[in-house]
C-alpha cells in the first residue's frame, strides 16, 4: 500500500455529528445576527502581518508568538488570520463603509489560526463567529452585542456566567495603569516571569496571567472602576441598566481586561463553568479603526468561539425522518425508483435511493446501516398495482399505498 497522508499537526477533520454540531453553532448564531439586522462580511484568510501587530499589539502572545506567519512568492510578510476584528477593520477603512455617515452592523464566521503548542480540544485551525458594530459610541449597542451573545448560549442551552467591566478611555486608563504599574512594583519579586516581563509595557495583562501567584496579587490590585472618569462612569452605568432592563443576567469583575489591547470602555466575557474556559468573548474598541489609519470610529464587538461551544451543545436538533427507496426487480424497476426518489426530495422528504444491488435481506441490513426510519420497495409487482410497502422500521408496520398518499404521510412526518 502506498504512504498515508496524514492531517498536518494540530489540524483536524469534523466528521459526522461533529461537522452537524458546527453548522448547528454557527447557523443558530447566524440566525440571531440576522434578525438583529446584522450584514454578513466575508473576509481574506490571510491579511498582512502588521495588520495584526498594529491592531491586536505587538506586547501580546497572539502576536509574539502564535501568529502563522510566512512570504508569499513575492516577498510579503503575510498571516494566516489569527482572528477577525482587525480583518473587519481593515474592510471597513479600505471601503469607506463609513461613507455614507450611518453605523454599520457586521459579523463574519470562519477559520482563525493560531501557532498553539497542540493538546486535547486546542486545534491550530478553530473557528469564530463574530459581531462588529462599527461607527457609534451609544451604550444601547454596549447592550444589545451582550443581549446577542446571551441569545446565542440560551439558543445553544449553554450555561455560561456574562462577566463586565470597563477598561476606561485615553483620559482616564493612564491614571490606572500609572496606579496599578506603582502596586505591582511593590509586589515584583513575587510575579511570574512573563509578568516580570510585562510589567512596563502591559501592565494590565497581569490581572489576565493564569498563574497562581500572579492571581494572588491580582486580587489585591487597585481596581478600574475607581479610576473611570466621568464619561466612562456613565456609559459603564448605562449599558448595566439596559442590561438590566433587558433581563440579562451578568456579574461585575473589576479585573477582567481581556487579552488583546484594542479594548477601551466596556469589555465582556462568557465564562463557562464546565469548561473553565470563556466561550465568547468582546468588547468596545474606540480607538481602533482611527490607529489602523481610518477616520475616528467608535466601534465594538464580540467573537464567540464554535469548537468551544461544540463541546458544551448536548444535544443536536434531530433531523428529518430518512426514506430508503428500494428498487427491486431490474431495469425498469431501477428506473422507476429513481424518479419516485426525487418526487419525494421534491417535497422535502430526505431520501436516499438504495444502489445497494441483491437480496430483499441485504437491502433491509443497508437501511438499518444508514439509520432509515422508512422503506419503500419498489418491485414488479408494486409498480404493476401502483401500491406500496412504507415500512416504519422502528414499529415494522407496513401499509400499502399509492405513492402520492406515501408522500402525504411522510410530508407530514417531515415537518
Ligand atoms: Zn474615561
Ligand atoms: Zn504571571
Do not use: W
Amino acid at each position: 500500500m502506498a504512504e498515508k497522508v496524514k492531517t498536518v499537526r494540530g489540524f483536524r477533520d469534523l466528521i459526522g455529528e461533529e461537522a452537524r454540531k458546527y453548522r448547528y453553532v454557527v447557523d443558530t448564531a447566524r440566525d440571531i445576527l440576522e434578525r438583529n439586522n446584522f450584514e454578513e462580511i466575508i473576509l481574506p484568510t490571510v491579511e498582512y502581518t502588521k495588520l495584526f501587530a498594529r491592531s491586536i499589539g505587538e506586547a501580546t502572545d497572539i502576536v509574539e508568538k502564535e501568529m502563522f506567519t510566512f512570504q508569499d512568492k513575492g516577498g510579503r510578510d503575510i498571516a494566516l488570520r489569527p482572528e477577525g476584528t482587525a480583518g473587519v477593520a481593515r474592510a471597513y477603512i479600505e471601503n469607506k463603509l463609513y461613507a455614507d455617515g450611518t453605523y454599520k452592523k457586521l459579523y463574519y464566521e470562519g477559520s482563525m489560526f493560531r501557532h498553539e503548542r497542540p493538546q486535547k480540544g486546542r486545534y491550530r485551525e478553530f473557528h469564530q463567529i463574530g459581531a462588529e458594530v462599527l461607527g457609534t459610541s451609544n451604550p444601547l449597542a454596549d447592550a444589545e452585542i451582550i443581549k446577542i451573545a446571551d441569545d446565542i448560549l440560551k439558543a445553544l442551552k449553554v450555561d455560561a456566567t456574562i462577566e463586565i467591566n470597563s477598561l476606561g478611555c485615553k483620559k482616564c486608563r493612564p491614571k490606572y495603569r500609572e496606579a496599578l504599574l506603582q502596586y505591582l512594583k511593590e509586589h515584583k519579586e513575587e510575579l511570574c516571569e512573563d509578568c516580570q516581563r510585562r510589567l512596563e509595557r502591559n501592565p494590565l495583562r497581569i490581572l489576565d496571567c493564569k498563574v497562581e501567584g500572579c492571581q494572588l496579587i491580582a486580587k489585591n490590585a487597585p481596581k478600574i472602576t475607581d479610576y473611570l472618569c466621568e464619561e466612562c462612569k456613565t456609559h459603564h452605568q448605562k449599558v448595566k441598566e439596559y442590561l438590566k432592563a433587558l433581563g440579562v443576567e451578568f456579574v461585575e469583575n473589576p479585573y477582567l481586561v481581556r487579552g488583546l489591547d484594542y479594548y477601551s470602555k466596556t469589555v465582556f466575557e462568557c465564562v463557562s463553568e464546565e469548561l473553565g474556559k470563556t466561550v465568547i468573548a468582546g468588547g468596545r474598541y474606540d480607538y481602533l479603526v482611527e490607529e489602523l489609519g481610518g477616520p475616528p470610529t467608535p466601534a465594538l464587538g464580540f467573537a464567540a468561539g464554535v469548537e468551544r461551544l461544540m463541546l458544551l451543545v448536548k444535544e443536536l436538533p434531530k433531523r428529518p425522518p430518512l426514506v430508503l427507496v428500494i428498487p427491486f426487480g431490474g431495469d425498469r424497476e431501477r428506473e422507476e425508483a429513481l424518479k419516485l426518489a426525487h418526487r419525494l426530495r421534491e417535497e422535502g422528504i430526505r431520501t436516499e435511493l438504495s444502489y445497494r444491488e441483491g437480496k430483499i435481506r441485504k437491502q433491509f441490513e443497508f437501511a438499518n446501516k444508514i439509520g432509515a426510519d422508512y422503506t419503500i420497495v419498489v418491485g414488479e409487482n408494486e409498480l404493476k398495482q401502483g401500491l406500496f410497502p412504507l415500512k416504519n422500521l422502528h414499529t415494522r408496520e407496513e401499509i400499502k399505498l399509492p405513492f402520492e398518499e406515501i408522500v402525504k404521510v411522510l410530508k407530514t412526518q417531515s415537518g
